[in-house]
C-alpha cells in the first residue's frame, strides 16, 4: 500500500512538471506568410499558408484556430480563401492577425492570376518532347 506521504510528493511533482511546461511554453514572436503561389485563381480555395517564427527561432505553420483572416476580397473557408469568377481587380489584400495578440499582424497583397491555364501534355506529348531534347 502506498503511504499518504508518498502520494503527496507524486501530486506535487507532476504539479510541478505542468508549471514549468507552461512556464517555458514557446511565444510567437512574430507571423509570416509563406505562399504557395505567386497568384491567386478565382473559384478555387487557395490556401493561405501563415507560419509563426517562435521566440527561440523555431516555426511553426498557424491555422484559423490561432488566426483571424480579412481580405479586401472573397470569402474564407479555413486557411483557403475563394475569389469570386466575377472580381475584376488586380489583386487581394490579405491580412492575417493573432487572435491571441491582434498587435501580431501582416498583410500582404496577392495578385490575381489572368492567364487561363492551358491544357496538360499527355505522358506521351511529354516522353516526346523529352526525347526530342535529349
Known amino acids: 500500500m502506498i503511504s499518504k506521504t508518498f502520494t503527496k510528493h507524486i501530486r506535487l511533482f507532476f504539479i510541478c512538471i505542468a508549471a514549468y511546461t507552461v512556464g517555458h511554453a514557446q511565444k510567437i514572436d512574430s507571423i509570416y506568410f509563406h505562399l504557395y503561389t505567386d497568384s ?16 527561440n527561432g523555431r516555426w511553426m505553420p498557424l491555422t484559423d484556430k490561432e488566426l483571424l483572416y480579412q481580405s479586401s476580397s472573397g ?21 492575417a ?13 496577392i495578385y490575381i492570376k489572368r492567364n487561363p491555364d492551358g491544357p496538360l501534355k499527355s505522358e506521351a506529348e511529354v516522353l516526346k518532347e523529352y526525347k526530342k531534347r535529349n
Open 40 to 55: 491567386l485563381k478565382k473559384g478555387v480555395h487557395n490556401y493561405i499558408n501563415v507560419d509563426a517564427k517562435l521566440d
Open 75 to 95: 470569402t474564407w473557408s479555413g486557411n483557403n480563401l475563394i475569389i469570386d469568377n466575377a472580381f475584376k481587380g488586380d489583386y487581394v489584400t490579405v491580412t
Open 97 to 109: 492577425k493573432l487572435k491571441s495578440n491582434p498587435s501580431l499582424s501582416r498583410s500582404v497583397d
